[in-house]
């Protein structure tokens, strides 16, 4: 099988991957590719920045829409640096704990900030 690589600096169109509604063009792009069985890697060639908040949209959120096993099977990454490969398993673990149970999640989190 064909393995399609999604380029993180086209999709966004720089090197500065820092807002979560790129985020969402590169999570998009993933989804689709997901829903058509096909396996994708994610490079990260040519970034220069990358943010939590901008993974959390990109990767974080296919947890909602795909299993743990389809997502590890599925998707790889490429060209990323020891820290934001760091930064990406911080997100993918917080996610993971998220869409678990979101409903729960959400409760505590307004619980902590006492709203």
Do not use: H, W
Request: hydrophobic share 40%; net charge negative; with cysteine.
């Amino acid at each position: 099988m064909e393995i399609l690589t999604i380029s993180v600096f086209n999709a966004v169109g720089n090197s500065f991957c820092v807002e979560a509604d790129d985020g969402q063009i590169v999570y998009e792009l993933i989804k689709k590719a997901l829903q058509e069985n096909r396996k994708v890697k994610v490079s990260f060639q040519n970034v220069e920045m990358l943010t939590s908040a901008f993974l959390n949209t990109a990767i974080g959120q296919l947890y909602k829409d795909f299993s743990e096993v389809e997502i590890k099977n599925n998707l790889s990454v490429d060209n990323m640096s020891k820290e934001d490969a760091s930064l990406l398993k911080r997100v993918v673990g917080t996610a993971k704990l998220y869409y678990k149970n979101p409903e729960e999640m959400e409760k505590s989190i307004t619980e902590i900030l006492g709203e």
